[in-house]
């Protein structure tokens, strides 16, 4: 470095940026997320082509889904979404409390969301609907079931992560973390949007 | 030939007013300088909260009550699940924050253009009625 580095510059950005090392591993996480965007868009590309081969007797999109259950995962994900952005706007004004809380409530609705859809899982294999009936179904539940592996992935890590957070506190590493976690977060929650929509309701159409 | 004088494609934008810092701070064009969100209140974020409800809800509802044909409806609801992406990206994800140019802006487009056209291109291909199947 053989520029004059001035000590200002730094100063107003959020605390997880102030690190050089640390935000080069932000920009390592979204190109992580743009390669799992990738995982997801072959998944969404099998389940585009597979889903009219519905064997002998079904079942269809139609006949299999309800929308109950998914309107109400649909609504846990967008609210933990919602409490994920609190919490990084907590963190923003070093409030570490706020911090710990919002993402606890994030983790909670992560739960929700994850049993919601294992119940709803185990209710179609009950009628006999499993991944091995037809080409729809095990694209339905390997596209479904990878986000919902996602999910429960990103709760085992909020708890790691306010374990962190009540030990350490609000560091340059432990606001990276955080930052990160929001991001994965958001991204499961934009991929749940498009299967909502490309499956569930287009299911309906 | 190299002359890095004047030459406005190699003309380093630095975000401190103060010129360059050596620390990663330079940006290398103007679209791709950073931006960062500052509130006293969670404004931004209840927005895009509620936004991304009304969203959902208009999805919903639209299906629900066939207000279009078939494929007009997928259309609709597709650019519903768009915009609700862009509400997550542009608010949630903090997506023009970074150190120095914005770069995962362009690794993330190219993502989302492959992503695009994985998903297209099978479906166009699977369309040709074939003898294997």
């Known amino acids: 470095m053989n520029l004059p580095v001035e000590p200002d510059s730094t100063a107003k950005l959020p605390l997880e940026f102030t690190d050089n090392h640390e935000s080069l591993k932000i920009l390592g996480f979204w190109s992580f997320l743009a390669t799992d965007l990738l995982l997801f868009a072959s998944l969404f590309a099998v389940y585009a082509v597979y889903q009219s081969r519905v064997g002998m007797q079904g079942p269809s999109p139609d006949q299999l889904f309800k929308l109950g259950p998914a309107v109400v995962e649909t609504l846990l994900l967008l609210t933990s979404s919602f409490t994920c952005g609190l919490a990084v706007y907590q963190m923003r004004r070093n409030h570490k409390r706020g911090t710990i809380i919002w993402l606890a409530v994030t983790l909670l609705l992560g739960v929700g969301f994850v049993t919601t859809e294992v119940r709803e899982f185990v209710s179609y294999i009950a009628m006999g609907d499993s991944w091995h009936h037809s080409a729809f179904l095990s694209a339905f539940f390997t596209l479904v079931g990878t ?23 609000l560091t340059t590493v ?32 | 030939m190299f002359n890095n004088g004047d030459n406005k494609r190699h003309k380093v934008i630095a975000i401190s007013p103060n010129g360059p810092t ?59 699940a768009v915009g609700q992406a862009a509400l997550q990206l542009g608010i949630f994800m903090h997506l023009r924050e970074s150190r120095g140019s914005t770069w995962h802006i362009v690794t993330l487009g190219l993502g989302i253009v492959i992503a695009i056209g994985l998903v297209g291109m099978s479906m166009w291909i699977m369309t040709f009625k074939s003898g294997v199947s």
């Open chain 2, 22 to 80: 050596g620390n990663g701070d330079e940006v290398e064009a103007r679209f791709l300088a950073p931006h960062f969100e500052s509130d006293g209140f969670p404004w931004l974020q209840i927005f895009g909260y509620v936004g991304s409800l009304l969203l959902t809800i208009a999805a919903l509802l639209a299906v629900v009550d066939h207000i279009l044909p078939a494929f007009g409806l997928l259309v609709v609801i597709l650019v519903l």
């Open chain 1, 147 to 169: 986000h919902g592996a996602h999910v429960t992935f990103g709760i085992l890590w909020a708890i790691t992560l306010i374990i962190q957070l009540m030990g350490r506190g």
């Open chain 1, 174 to 205: 432990t606001t990276r973390k955080m930052y990160m976690f929001a991001l994965y977060w958001h991204f499961l929650d934009i991929i749940w949007v498009f299967i909502f929509t490309v499956v569930y309701l287009s299911g309906k159409i």
